[in-house]
């Protein structure tokens, strides 16, 4: 919708969304995504409903409904299928790429498993909340989690690049919501070849932990 050019001057809407305010007017519900949002759909996310706004300049400024605090976990997650893709004449290697999604889905599915032999469901991130891969809540605290493959990719940047998503969503999420106690989670594919990684965590705040034990939740 960002790209809409305003056609009613008053309002300050673009066509489709003065279309869309006029249909709720009239009781009807009609939800009005982003480009962000959009996306999120498409990767089987939720995305919010936005509200609509008068905004100052030509351009349309949907906005998200106000709410008294966000929420952080969303449905139910599950593990997502995986294929191989022919490698053709692209220089990327398609076939590690592969690999390591896999890897990544393998992981996913292996902690929603040890998470449910427990009796907690994991779940996917709530529309609006920073897209972790993972989140779980045991008694008043939530877990977020990032997942991260080891396959077919550098470790220490691997670990470098979770640790960093991670800490980013936990600030995001403590930030919009006060009230929750939000603990981070690395998870590997595997064991670390390096020790040094498990101080560096616990220096952080942060657990981290690999497949298949997930030791420590």
Partial sequence: MASKVVTDDRRIYSSTLVDAEAERSRGRHVCVVDADGFSALLRGRPAPCLELRRARTGRVRPVAAATTEA????????????????????????????????????????????????????????????????????????????VKSLTGAREDQQIRLGIGQILDYTHQLRSTCPSAAVRPVLVLEKRPSAVRWTALADGVGLRLTWAPEFAGI
């Fill in 71 to 146: 929420r952080v976990l969303g449905g139910p997650l599950r593990a997502r299928r995986t294929g191989r893709r022919a490698s053709g004449d692209l220089t990327l290697d398609l076939s590690r790429l592969d690999e390591a999604t896999a890897a990544h889905e393998a992981t996913v599915g292996a902690l929603i498993e040890h998470l449910s032999r427990q009796g907690v469901e994991a779940c996917t991130n709530a529309a609006g909340a920073p897209e972790f891969d993972a989140g779980w809540s045991l008694g008043e605290d939530i877990f977020v989690a990032e």
